[in-house]
Structures are given as C-alpha cells and as structure tokens.
C-alpha cells in the first residue's frame, strides 16, 4: 500500500513540474530584433528559421519581430534615436523574456543601449567582427557568431581557379564594412597564398562597373560587405548586385549564401541563414526552459559549406572537378534516377519479388508438367530462335537509332567549328521571329563575315585558314551572352541571333567581338577582323526579309572599308566600326 501511495506521490510531482514547464512556455515572449529590413533575403530567411524552431514553442502571437534597417540607415543617429525610443516605449508593457538579434547591427545597438532590457538573456547571431571585451560584465549574452570565412574563401578561389594570380576583396567605409575590412587585414596577415590580395573599400558603383568589365582573366572579386558606395548611394544585392556580376569578365565569389547565390555570384564558402535563425532559437528555447545563460558558451563560428551557381561555373568554364566533394551546387539539373532514387530502389525491389516469384512459378510449372516434357523441349527450341531473332532486331534497332542521332547531329552542326550550322540557326531564327512578333520582343541579327579571309587561303594554305575558323568560332562563342546564339552560316560567314536586344546594344556587342577577335593572329603576322552587318525586327517582317536586310548591311560594311559594323538603314541608325 505504502509503496502505491509513493509511485502516486512521484507521479503527481512529475506532471506538476510537466505542468509547470508548459505553462512556463506558452507565457514566454521572444523578441527578435533584425539588424536590416524584412526584405532582405539574409534577414528573411534567418527570421524563417527562428519562426520554423519556435512554431509549435510558444504562440505566435508571443513572438514579436522588429526591424533596424540598418543597410538603408547607416550610421543615422536620428533613426537610431528614434528605434530606441519605440523599443522602450513597446516593450516596457510586453517585457520579453528572451532577446535574439540578427547581426552586427542589432548586437552592438544592445551593448550601446543597455538601459532597452536589461539583464534580460540576449542570444546574438550574425555577427561578423566580434570583440570580447564587449561582452565583460555581461552575463547575460551568449549566442553564435556568423563570423567571416575570408581565407578559406581565398583558398577556395586557388583551387579552382588555378590561373588567378589576384583576388580584390570588397568591402566599404561604413562601420560595417569598416569592421569587417580591419578583421581581413589581420586574417590576410596570417595567410600563406601565392596570389596577390587587395582590399578596395572606397568606389563608386559606376567605378565597381568599370573594374569588373576590364578585369583581366587572371583577377577574381571577394564580397565582404557593400552597403554604401563612395557617393553615399545604398547597394542593394538584390537590385545592384545582377548587373554587375552580368557585366563582369571574371568570377565574383561570397560568403552571404542565401543573398549572393541567386544574384550571379559564382559561390563560394558561403553559410545558411534559415539554419543559423534556427540555431538561435533553439539556444532561446532552452533558456526559456530553465538553462543558464552563462552555461551556454558562445559559437565561435557558423557552418560555411561550399556552394556554388551552375550557370555561373559553366559561364567562366570551371571544371567541376576542382569543387570540394561536399559542394552544393544550385540550379544543376538532376537525372530522374538523382530526383527519384527511392521509387526506383522500391520499383527495382518489386520486380526482383516478381522475377522470383515468377521463377518458383516456373519451377513448379516444370515439375507438373513433366509427362509432356517433348512438348516443352520442343517450345524451348522455338522459344530459342524467337529470342534470337528478337535480339537480332533489336540489335539492328539499335544500331539504326544510334545512325540516325548521329546523322541527326551531323546535319545541324559544323563539322569544323562543332557549331550549329546554317540548317539549325534558320529554324532557331524562324522561331524567334515568330516568338518577338507576337510577344512585341526586340530581335537583332547580325551577320558577319572574316576580312580578306581568301587571302588566308592564298597565302598561307588552307590549314592556317581552318584554324583561323576555329579560333573565330571560339572567341565569338565566349564573347556573347548565355541568352544569345551562334551559328556557323556557310564558309567565313557566322549568324548571330540576339533577343531582347535593340540595334544599339547589338552594335556595342559586336564591337566587344571585334576587340575579342583582334587577338587571333594569321600565322603570327596581323590580327584577324570582321566586317558585320545588323538588322533588327519590325513588325510583320519575314526571317528571309530581316536576313535580307543583314546581309545588305553587311554588303555596305565591306564596301566601306570592312572592319566595320553596320545597321540596316530601315531603323534609321548607321553605326561605324
């Protein structure tokens, strides 16, 4: 009876403590104040991870979200005046029990401002430059640090650009940028690397254009940090960023993954911010469950993984070897086998089950039938020549498809230059025409056509010429666009197709070809040109007409001097080379 009564005893405390702990946490608040605003990817996605991790914590309507601004407010003391005021005046009736911050912003802002909650337990997150002595005194702080992965990132670029002989870091003048540009002087101290590596703090966007679009091959771009140019002019990633890694000739790396990836950065050892938000509110949750604060040491450092963009390693023909084996690579598609692994582990596990049931079906088979083992013989031997000449056809099957890709394949690509051909760029162009007519899309084509490319042949023998074709085809084809196309037209004549583009932006194209081209030399004597001619698509204009209209503009190119670049005088736009 006495040992009832204590098991009832023990029970009962068990679920009051249980009791207790709940409702412990469906009174908790938690504050999360972000450094910058809600439309920002980094501070988005981090918030999602705080909300994910406390979804079925407390009520949402316990979790109180607020915003700084700080990328689009930068060292603006009335703002910042102003925030402290609004903090104090809401959370003097809706004292938080907990207080996350998202990056350097907030986090300082508390230190600066302790009278907002005092001693009320902090988890920062997202801070990039980090002094301890900040935090003496201070036992209420704990947190993660996002920290900066400045020299594993320059150590990354070494390894798949093997060729780069310069990195240049960007990074601002702002308190930020600041911060973050003296922590990379100390870690640039300490690095051992053969490549040159330069901090540039003080631009224009405008100068930020010109040095990525005259970067030689051998340099490589960092992003630390940008939020204000030499102007004052606020950089947005989401806005600025795609321009400028479109325009850039060379690779842009970060580490900001959930800002950076999708903007035309190649990659980088980058972090998450949807883990790191999550991060953080599981250190709220265990305080808010009972755990001291100066028992939760704080995170050196959070999780930087290899990502990268496909589209932007095949741009700059990086070779996927040279990728760490962990990488995450975005925007590569899978196979249906690597999209569906397990439907077809389980589709593979049923057909074995069938092909062994259907064996013992046959084995059994085999036994009650064995009076009319002749009959079965005789089967067999017909079975035999059925799946021998089955095989046979299949065979021949095969080798006819397997004729037929390739005639396929050799019927719309130049053999020499493995461009497609003119077969292929006059169905690309019919479609394309067709396509900006109805849509009421712009739509230049340029035909252009090597100088003097006879007396190549004359001179220095046919060879010297085919080779000339070949560095042509290849120089063309890196130089334009991922939107744009190419095309082998007949001969020493390339078409090339250009959507979305007007006649003006076409010309300016083309001489950047020009400028590529002049770097091949006829047998290591004169540079090689071309002479080219542009038209762009009016409205109810056939393929025929418009091609038509390229060819005279070209026609008119040469007749003026070749090396020159010509429009069709329909648009009312001449243009010299």
Known sequence: MKAVLLICFVFSVVCSKEAVCNDTETKARILLINSYHPQYDWTAQLTQGVKNTLNDFLPSENFHVEYMDARRFVADAVHE??????????????????????????????????????????????????????????????????????????????QIQPKVEQVILLSDKTELGARMTDQARLELAKLTTRLSVKIWDDFSLAELHQSVNTASANTAYLILGMHRDRNGQYISFSEHLLPLTNLSKVPIYGMWGAVLINQGVMGGLMNNPLQHGASLAQIAKDIIRGKQVSDIPIRDKSDFVPTFNYRQLQRFNINLDRLPKASKIHGRTESFYQKHTEIVHASLAILTILLAAIALLALNIQRRMHAEKQLLQLNKVLDDKVRSRTEKLQDANVQLNSMMDELKQLAHTDPLTSLYNRRAGMKKLNKLVTRCISSDKELSVVLLDIDYFKRINDNYGHDEGDRVLVEIAKTLDEGIRPTDFLYRWGGEEFLLLFPNTSSLDTTSLCKRLQSMTSNILVANEYSVTFSAGIAQLTKDESSAELLKRADEALYQAKGNGRNRVEVSLNLQINSTG
């Open 81 to 158: 005046q102003l925030i402290t005021q609004l903090l104090l005046h809401k959370y003097r009736s809706f004292k938080p029990d907990v207080v996350i911050t998202a990056d350097d912003a907030a986090f300082y802002f508390l230190i600066e401002h302790p009278e907002l909650f005092a001693n009320t337990p902090v988890v920062f997150g997202g801070v990039n430059v980090f002094k301890p002595e900040l935090l003496q005194d201070r036992d209420n702080f704990t947190g993660i640090l996002e920290g900066m992965e400045i020299s594993g990132n320059i150590k990354l670029i070494e």
